[in-house]
């Protein structure tokens, strides 16, 4: 603070006396004492002295009472030297502790010092008192100071913001926090004051108060509207409370934009938690916002009268009534406040609905409703009020009434008015004030907003300045102090990262060993408590969905869930507390009361939106967005269908303020933040008085503490080098060696001479480190050794005092001595004679000498004649000289003209650089807005996909509750039918029984004859066809055999391939083996043709059941309605069912005591459950498994396929030369046609054979259906591997055909061939036509076989139904009765059998296919993603390496910048130093010529004297009597002469010496310049090796964060699905209490309905472990497919080196027959045709196989793609197996408990097995007698299971396809998520790297004009240096001569010099010989006074 003048009145209350607290005596006193601050109940701590030490304890006597008490060691704490009292920043006391802290505070408050520093706080102390410190003369001081500079104060940091902003073009915050009435509002307005004065846009006044703002300080408009926006705040946001008068009842942050030139262009405000429910109540002193009662007393009567007002005391909701406020006048404030509102833009019929608003806000209060006596309904009798109301507010008085008294609530479709009792109603009437408030205040931040946003300057950056509550700890805490603590514990977290993150920057710049330490996460786990899934908020978010949840089960929830986590505490039974959070400032007990109801903030639905309709557009504009939370969702209860939720239609209160704090957090984050922390210093509102323990409290809450506590985890104090070694060497005696040391050694040998501990310093670059207390020992040391060297000083000093003293008397002693004796021998003396004689003559003895000193003299005239003539001749050589110097003074000059020319453009030059600058700038901030907007739109769809994910779990649970429900009503229908047909059956059979008896026994006896006779025939059938299965399986083993010995055959044929021979042959029956392959296929397509013509078929049937399933769950669905209605009423009656529940209570522990017993059924279910669910999930991943294991098959086939592609392209070739064998084929082809003809005739003529024998069939196909999906799986292999043989076909055709172009000798040939292709084409075309037409009709028969086996299926069931009807018959009918039963039984078993297998082969078949277009949908997904990615990567990287280096370069340029600046400084201010010397110089230059023309007169006046001298002369020697007085003149003009002569040699000297001192400053400037480029470098290297570094670094942190967010994304989904089978589990047990109190009503039915489920269960159990069986069946065949394909492969490439080795042979073969050509070349015109198509088809197989090779590499490259493709794949399926081995893991933990659960259940179900067989043995009785009845209606019961289990499967499949789109949708998001945060992390990187670009570019181009601009003046000042030399020496001979000259003259014109030197030969006193002068003009004493004189 050097430049405050401490003395200034102003600066009274802001700066202290630091020479006050250095008083070595107060020092002494410290040091002696050994203070300590020991803890005290009322003051904090106090001091004390140590005294003794007992042990743990310590004995002190305090200062203030000497009174002596014994403290434990721990609880005392070090006291500080009193050097440090009162020090403006805490950080810098080196005892850091409360103690320390609490009285620097003190004793500073007590000064009047309100603001100090804490390192990055400046904490404030309320003064309580108006002080003069915010005048525009302050204002004025702190204005572009640095911090160090001024005193503490708000506007330094507010100063220091506005200019880093400026400066850095870094967005900045201001944060103020603090408890309410500490000042943040005050320090806020502050804030905003000071950058309204300095960043205004017009110019400010000369005088003014700026404490008033109110025509004080002249600012623009929007700086008026920014000053005013606080009074409309305050009035409508803040109130009286205990602590404070004007007390905030809402945070806010304001967000001021400057533009690029530093001037405001806009503002916003942002609001957090407004206490809206001080409208409705306020506590004892207390009054609501400042608005009601300023709009009470400051309107006028008629106004009132307009707006409906009365008194306060008349309202409700005042509670209070009108109370005053000392020293505010409201009616002041009124009108202040409608000022502002007018200056912000508020037109007056806005101001007039605001005050209706309030009115109407304040009426509802008044609103009394009655309840009526016979019924729960409120009454409103007395309706004026209501009437105001609705007047005020533009809706209908019965609407209005309507809606409070008899809501209409939405129930399903339907709206029900429901009943509202008085408390309903009251919660309403408050609910809606509330609400209209809050809109209300709203609206006016949102037109405050509009107002401040209105400039067209473009905003480049920010200010923040945010003002929110600080940390509050009550007795009771509620849910608003959550929120607060909350946010209070994000903004403590930010300031520790920001806090250490600088000091650990600095110990990094200074190269200390520091691991580093984010003491951000200490705060993480009590954040993760409050917002992390699972955490308080969220689990008052899952209560409020809930409509029976109370705060009491919120409670127990949270205390189940989190009792483990360290951050929460539970509460014991006597706290009134519901739980406890350990936060950072200490133990916060909170109260769960009314927490749902807060959090949900409900809203009559009905009033809501007649106020959206309202007539008064304002009131219909405020409203208009709202969302609310309607009686609907609290009247939300239970059905026995399931619970019935409304979620997505609000947002509560604590997701609002999550997402606001969030989006804060984010702002804050990219601020560089700056703290406020505001501490109130007693409630008595007195200045002057501080309550310790209170300050403590906040000082805690505020985190000062908590800095406190960090900065002792470091080095808080710190000295440079120089400081240390200077203050603290005299404690190091003799270890420093004489000479020069490095500082930092020297530091090093001090530290190791005072042995103090390693760990309690660190020795950087520039500084040392300390712990906290280090400092404070080693003053300790110092004072002690000061005072013993101050002792020892004054011994010395004293003895040679005294010394000196004695000395001194001596010498007078002896001087007194010699003075006596001198005094005594002149008394004798002074009379004698002769001693007068020769005082008289010895001034005559000189008189003889007269005529040698004569001569001498002539002499001597001769010589200076002769030195003068050479004088005259020097000067007219130096008039040249300077004539010379002139003209290049001229010649300079011009060039510096030239100069000063091109330094102005290039000054325009610099000013379109800046424009331009300018402009980029600007497009960088739009960039930067559409990058927010970017980010904004990706937040919104992020919210829109957890509201997608919202709806997708609320119809996941809908359809559960749907599920449930329709098994409910289809028991309760399959009973109602079974009783129906029951009934029915019997009194058809009581009537008819007796006239059908002797006809249904006759029919029967003649249909047991037919019986038996069928059943021989089906015998006979039976056999017939077990003879055609060994027929067939005989022939399918001699195919087999065929098919081994054509491979056999294949192999000999490939090794004959070798020899030349028969290599044609060869190939010729690999083409037949090809084509009848090719045939093959062909005929498995048709087949598969027809597979999916059925597939087809059955889907469309399959979608005719979905419709019809569909029409009857509409019917369902309006039962259910009808069944919702019924329980509406039932809802309404238990709740006055309720009342009467104390004595129900025996009758609930019975209901209990059945609950157990129907406990076996639902645990039953559960197992059966949890058992499909695993069975499922292992199904699913061995279908995962499969589907890759199939994938990397295929990839590896396909490449497989591109080689036999190619063979078959060469076999195509010679397909064209062999027509005849393909006519041979076609041949055979028409045969196999007409084979298959015959066989559909024997097919047709078989078909009444076929439907007798379809029992045996069935069977048969039993066992054939495995034999089918293998050949099904291989006929789509063989597709696949066709389809891609014809797409390679059709690309080697166009290949052929630009062959054919080429070979245009050849064309005759390959026209006749290509017409040869045709044919075939044409051919196989009719051959595939016709195959077709036989597949249709095979689907036709098999079309009707279905339909018989219906038929077939409907014979049976009349039989069944005839067979029962014999009970009564003969005994041979019952034993024939029995024998069918068993039959139909068995073939019912094997019908469901088969057709379960069909389905499920159906189902497989759809999956396999689903998988296969997903696996391809996501091959080409993931190439394109790894593309993309690897692009990405790629990118990165470069873009990470830019940035690197433009980090590097920013930090050297930076470094070198402010070096250069530092170096800029000096150098100018040397340039300055330089050029006043030149100009002084240039002044003195001018004097000398000046002189030097004086002197050129004078000379020419000497040389008259002269002559005239010479005269004289002449005359003298004539003269005898004259001779001695001339003579003494001469000598004294001689010597006069000399003397001159010798200051003029000494002028030329000293001229000399200045001149060598500006070369010395010239190559010292040269030096220096070289020595900073050398810096400069060292400096860039040493800075891009810590940029390296700090990118490793960053490196690191990002992928350890990157690894966080993914264990924690895992951690996440598998709670989510934890959480989910929890729900389940929950709601699965609700219905199961729902269905055991209805099984309590009737036995029977509970017994019946469990046997059914028991069956049902059996059969799904047995459907299942068939199912797994399959699944383990079709993985085997998948194994055996992929061993055959893996066979297949090894073919294919024994097929491609045999191509290979046929290729050779053709080459070969083509070398013989060129041969044999040649050598028949006599032959006729046939052979050379036959010669040119050889040399054509020669010239083709070349190409071809150059082509061949082409793509052969081609398909290497592929395989190698692939390859890599597939390690990548390797690597993500190894990871998602460690995932997988979690889940497994996570199941298995799961399992165990379904085990212990399992085991639990089982003693619960023997327990009540006892219990059962009682009942059921009396039941067993009555049951007996009912299977008669029951066993008519089995058959129609099984039909309805059968279709029922059918929709269950097809439902059940429809929900595993859905999980799985549900799990790829998750993972796509997840991918797109993350990809998301990568571009806009490399986006974000780009833009920084592209504005360091612009200002490393600017830095650079600022740096080169400083250097050209140095290297300039260097040059001038080189030039000016030289000039200045060379003048110098000029005026220096020049003016030697002038003096001279000048000195003669004024000799000549004295005569009366002779009586000034004195009278004869006596020399005078006076007179200096030459001797002696030039001895002196020698000695450095001399030239050094000259100097000074001069």
Not at 100 to 127: A, D, M, Q, W
């Amino acid at each position: 603070m050097a430049d405050v003048d401490r003395s200034d009145p102003d600066l009274k209350f802001l700066v202290v006396d630091r020479n006050a607290f250095s008083d070595p005596a107060t020092q002494a006193e410290w040091s002696q004492k050994r203070l300590v601050w020991v803890p005290h109940e009322t003051a904090g701590f106090v001091a004390a002295s140590m005294k003794r030490a007992q042990g743990e304890e310590v004995e002190v006597e305090l200062v203030e009472t000497s009174k002596k008490v014994l403290v434990s060691r721990d609880d005392m704490q070090k006291m500080n030297p009193p050097k440090y009292d009162k020090q403006e920043d805490m950080a810098d006391l080196t005892c850091l502790n409360e103690a320390s802290v609490l009285h620097n505070i003190k004793e500073r408050y007590y000064s009047g010092l309100i603001y100090t520093y804490s390192g990055l706080f400046c904490v404030v102390v309320n003064p309580y008192k108006r002080l003069p410190i915010y005048t525009e003369k302050i204002i004025e001081i702190y204005k572009g100071k640095k911090r160090h500079e001024v005193p503490p104060h708000v506007f330094a940091i507010t100063d220091i913001a506005y200019r880093s902003m400026l400066q850095d073009r870094e967005d900045q915050s201001i944060l103020c926090t603090g408890e309410s009435g500490a000042g943040k509002t005050e320090n806020t307005k502050k804030v905003i004051q000071y950058l309204a004065y300095v960043a205004a846009s017009k110019p400010k006044s000369s005088s003014h108060l700026p404490a008033t703002n109110e025509g004080g300080l002249s600012f623009g408009e929007l700086e008026q509207q920014l000053l005013k926006a606080n009074p409309i705040l305050e009035a409508f946001g803040n109130a009286k409370t205990v602590k404070n008068d004007n007390s905030s009842r809402f945070g806010k942050f304001v967000r001021i934009n400057f533009d690029a030139s530093g001037y405001i262009a806009g503002a916003n405000i942002e609001t957090y938690l407004l206490e809206k429910a001080r409208i409705i109540r306020q506590a004892p002193d207390e009054r609501t916002f400042h608005i009601f009662y300023q709009l009470l007393l400051g309107s006028t009567q008629e106004f009132k009268s307009n707006i409906l007002l009365e008194d306060a005391k008349n309202y409700t909701f005042m509670t209070q009534g009108g109370l005053r406020v000392p020293g505010i006048d409201d009616i002041e404030e009124f009108t202040a406040t409608q000022n502002a509102m007018k200056v912000m833009g508020i037109s007056d019929d806005d101001m007039t609905s605001i005050w209706r608003v309030i009115s109407a806000s304040l009426l509802f209060g008044n609103m009394e409703f009655k309840q009526e006596r016979n019924t729960d309904q409120a009454t409103l009798p007395d309706n004026t009020v209501a009437q105001k109301v609705a007047h005020l507010l533009g809706i209908q008085v019965t609407d209005l009434t309507k809606a409070f008294l008899k809501p209409r609530i939405k129930v399903g479709r339907d709206y029900v008015t429901k009943a509202q009792t008085k408390e309903q109603v009251e919660f309403a009437i408050e609910a809606i004030g509330k609400a209209t408030y809050e809109r209300l205040f709203k609206w006016i931040v949102t037109r405050i907003n509009r107002s401040l946003d209105r400039t067209k300057r473009q905003g480049a950056s920010f200010i923040g300045i945010l003002d929110i509550a600080g940390f509050e700890i009550f007795e009771l805490n509620s849910f608003e102090q959550l929120c607060i603590n909350y946010t209070n514990e994000k903004l403590q977290q930010l300031f520790n990262h920001t806090m250490f993150i600088l000091e650990q920057e600095e110990y990094q710049r200074e190269g200390i060993e520091w691991k580093f330490i984010d003491f951000g996460l200490d705060l993480q786990p009590t954040i993760d408590l409050i917002e992390k899934p699972m955490g308080i908020m969220a689990l008052v978010d899952e209560e409020c969905w809930f409509p029976k949840a109370t705060d009491k089960s919120f409670v127990e929830k949270l205390v189940t869930s989190h009792a483990v986590h360290p951050k929460f505490v539970k509460s014991d039974f006597k706290s009134t507390a519901d739980f406890s959070i350990l936060h950072y400032a200490g133990q916060v007990n909170y109260s769960a009361a009314q927490w749902l109801m807060k959090n949900m903030d409900p809203l009559n639905e009905n009033i809501v939106q007649y106020l959206q309709a309202s007539q008064d557009p304002f009131v219909c504009h405020i409203w208009k967005d709202a969302e609310i939370v309607g009686m609907a969702q609290q009247a939300m209860t239970d059905t026995q269908f399931g619970r019935v939720t409304r979620k997505g239609m609000f947002r509560t209160v604590s997701q609002l303020y999550k997402e606001q704090l969030s989006k804060l957090m984010v702002t804050l984050r990219n601020t560089n933040p700056n703290f406020v922390r505001c501490i109130i210093p007693n409630h008595e509102k007195k200045a002057g008085k501080i309550n310790a323990p209170l300050v403590l409290d906040q000082l805690r809450c505020n985190g000062v503490l908590e800095g406190i506590r960090i900065c002792r985890q470091g080095f808080p104090n710190r000295i440079p080098f120089q400081e240390f070694r200077q203050r603290y060497e005299l404690l190091t005696p003799n270890v420093i060696p004489k000479g020069f040391m490095d500082g930092k050694k020297a530091c090093e040998k001090m530290i190791e001479a005072l042995e103090l501990d390693p760990g309690l310093f660190r020795i950087g670059q520039s500084k040392i480190f300390f712990r906290a207390g280090v400092l404070a020992h080693l003053e300790e040391e110092r004072d002690l050794r000061i005072t013993d060297l101050v002792v020892k000083f004054q011994a010395y000093c004293r003895g040679l005092l005294a010394r000196r003293n004695y000395q001194k008397r001596v010498q007078q002693l002896n001087a007194i001595r010699i003075l006596q004796r001198n005094c005594a021998a002149y008394l004798k003396l002074r009379n004698w004679q002769w001693w007068r004689l020769y005082t008289k003559v010895k001034p005559l003895l000189q008189v003889t000498k007269n005529d040698e000193k004569v001569m001498q003299k002539e002499n001597e005239l001769k010589e200076i004649t002769e030195k003068l003539h050479h004088h005259e001749a020097e000067v007219q050589n130096l008039d040249k000289q300077y004539q010379q110097a002139l003209e290049e003074k001229n010649i300079l000059a011009e060039q510096l003209q030239a100069e000063t020319e091109l330094c102005a453009e290039a000054e325009e030059m610099r000013a379109r650089l800046a424009a331009r600058k300018q402009e980029m700038e600007e497009i960088i901030h739009d960039m930067e807005a559409r990058i927010e907007e970017e980010e904004e739109k990706v937040l919104k769809s992020g919210e829109e996909r957890k509201k997608l994910q919202q709806h997708i779990q609320d119809l996941e649970e809908q359809l559960e509750e749907e599920e449930a429900a329709r098994q409910k009503l289809q028991i309760e229908k399959v009973q109602a039918e079974a009783k129906m047909k029951q009934f029915e059956e019997q009194l058809v059979a009581s009537d008819d029984f007796k006239e059908k008896f002797g006809k249904d026994k006759k029919n029967l006896e003649e249909k047991l004859s037919d019986v038996s006779a069928t059943l021989a025939e089906e015998e006979e059938k039976a056999k017939h066809l077990l003879k055609l299965k060994a027929k067939h399986e005989s022939t399918i083993g001699e195919l087999e055999d065929k098919l081994r010995k054509d491979n056999q055959q294949k192999q000999e044929v490939e090794r004959a391939k070798r020899k030349c021979e028969t290599e044609l042959g060869d190939m010729k029956e690999q083409v037949l083996e090809r084509k009848q392959q090719v045939e093959e296929i062909q005929l498995q397509l048709g087949k598969r043709e027809e597979e999916v013509a059925q597939a087809l078929m059955k889907v469309d049937e399959e979608a005719a059941a979905k419709a019809n399933a569909q029409k009857a769950l509409r019917e369902l669905e309006s039962q259910l309605g009808e069944v919702v209605e019924d329980l509406d009423a039932e809802k309404e009656a238990r709740n006055k069912a309720e009342k009467q529940k104390r004595d129900l209570n025996e009758e609930l522990e019975a209901l209990k005591n059945e609950l157990l017993d129907s406990l076996d059924v639902t645990a039953a279910q559960q197992e059966l459950r949890t058992a499909r669910e695993k069975e499922l999930a292992n199904i699913k991943k061995s279908l995962e498994d499969e589907t890759s294991n199939h994938e990397q098959m295929t990839t590896d086939m396909r490449h497989k396929h591109s080689h036999e592609i190619s063979q078959i392209n060469n076999q195509l070739d010679q397909l064209k030369k062999t027509k005849t064998q393909a006519e041979k084929g076609k041949s055979q082809l028409e045969a196999e046609l007409a084979d298959l003809a015959n066989e559909l005739k024997a097919t047709s003529g078989n078909k009444q054979e076929a439907e007798r024998k379809r029992k045996q069939l069935e069977n048969h196909a039993g066992e054939l259906n495995a034999k089918l999906t293998e050949s099904e799986s291989r006929c789509t292999e063989a597709q696949e591997r066709l389809g891609k043989i014809l797409n390679e076909m059709e690309s080697m055709g166009s290949q052929l055909q630009e062959a054919e172009t080429r070979a245009s000798q050849a064309s005759k040939s390959t026209d006749g061939l290509e017409a040869q292709l045709s044919e075939v084409a044409a051919n196989l075309e009719e051959e595939t036509r016709q195959k077709l037409a036989v597949n249709s009709k095979l689907r036709a028969l098999e079309n009707e076989k279905e339909h018989l086996l219906e038929q077939v299926e409907e014979e049976e069931g009349k039989a069944k139904t005839l067979e029962k009807n014999l009970t009564t018959a003969s005994q041979q009918l019952a034993d024939a009765r029995r024998k069918a039963e068993e039959e139909s039984e068995q073939v019912a078993k094997l019908e469901e059998y088969k057709k379960k297998q069909m389905k499920d082969f159906e189902e497989m078949q759809h999956r396999m296919e689903e998988v296969q277009s997903s696996n391809e949908k996501l091959d080409k997904s993931k190439k394109k993603m790894s593309a993309e990615l690897d692009d990405a990567n790629i990118e990165l990287d470069s873009h990470r390496s830019k940035v690197l280096e433009l980090e590097k370069k920013q930090r050297n340029f930076d470094k070198i910048l402010a070096e250069e600046k530092m170096n800029g400084e000096r150098i100018s201010t040397e340039r300055d130093n330089a050029e006043r010397d030149a100009r002084e110089k240039e002044t003195k230059l001018l004097n000398l010529n000046r002189g030097l023309e004086e002197l050129q007169a004078q000379l020419d006046e000497s040389e008259r004297s002269r002559r005239q001298l010479q005269a004289e002369l002449d005359d003298l020697v004539n003269t005898q009597g004259t001779a001695d007085k001339n003579v003494h003149e001469l000598e004294k003009a001689k010597r006069q002469l000399e003397q001159e002569l010798v200051e003029q040699k000494t002028q030329l000297e000293e001229l000399e010496d200045e001149l060598q001192q500006t070369e010395d400053q010239k190559m010292r400037l040269e030096v220096n310049m070289q020595a900073l480029k050398t810096q400069f470098e060292r400096d860039l290297a040493a800075k891009e090796e810590a940029g390296e570094e700090k990118r490793r670094g960053m490196a690191k942190q990002i992928r350890d964060l990157e690894a966080e967010l993914d264990e924690e994304r895992k951690q996440k989904q598998a709670a989510v699905n934890a959480k989910k089978k929890l729900e389940t589990d929950y709601k699965d047990l609700e219905s199961t209490m729902d269905m055991n109190n209805k099984l309590k009503e009737d036995a029977l039915k509970q017994l019946k309905k469990l046997q059914q489920a028991m069956k049902e269960i059996q059969r799904d159990a047995e459907e299942a472990h068939a199912s797994k069986n399959e699944v383990l069946q079709q993985s085997k065949d998948l194994e055996k497919k992929i061993k055959a394909l893996e066979s297949d492969l090894v073919q294919m490439q024994e097929d491609l080196s045999a191509a290979e080795r046929a290729r050779r042979t053709a080459e070969s073969e083509r070398d013989e027959l060129a041969e044999e050509l040649s050598s028949s070349g006599s032959k006729g015109a046939l052979a050379i045709d036959e010669k040119r198509r050889l040399d054509a088809r020669i010239a083709a197989l070349e190409g071809e196989l150059e082509e061949e090779q082409t793509q052969s590499e081609m398909l290497m490259e592929r395989a190698r793609k692939a390859q890599i493709s597939i390690e990548q794949l390797t690597t993500e399926l190894a990871g998602e197996r460690g995932n997988a081995q979690k889940m497994e893991n996570s199941k298995m933990m799961l399992e165990r408990q379904n085990k212990e659960l399992k085991v639990k259940l089982e003693e619960v179900e023997n327990s009540n097995r006892a219990k059962a067989k009682a009942a059921i043995a009396a039941l067993e009785s009555k049951v007996s007698n009912l299977e008669e009845q029951l066993s008519a209606e089995a058959q129609e019961r099984m039909l309805a299971a059968k279709g029922n289990r059918k929709l269950e499967k097809k439902i059940k499949e429809l929900l595993m396809q859905l999980e799985d789109e549900r799990r790829h949708a998750d993972q796509y998001k997840e991918q797109n998520e993350k990809t998301n945060g990568r571009m806009k992390a490399m986006r974000r990187q780009l833009d920084e790297a592209e504005e360091e670009i612009s200002r490393e570019k600017a830095h650079r181009r600022k740096a080169q004009r400083e250097l050209d601009d140095f290297v300039e003046s260097n040059e001038s000042m080189n030039r000016e240096i030289n000039n200045l030399k060379n003048k110098l020496r000029n005026s220096g001979n020049s003016s030697g001569r002038a003096n001279r000259r000048t000195e003669l003259s004024m000799l000549a014109s004295r005569p009366d010099m002779g009586d000034m030197l004195g009278v004869g030969g006596m020399s005078s006193p006076l007179t200096v010989s030459s001797e002696d002068l030039s001895t002196r003009s020698a000695s450095p004493r001399y030239n050094s006074t000259f100097n000074d004189d001069k």
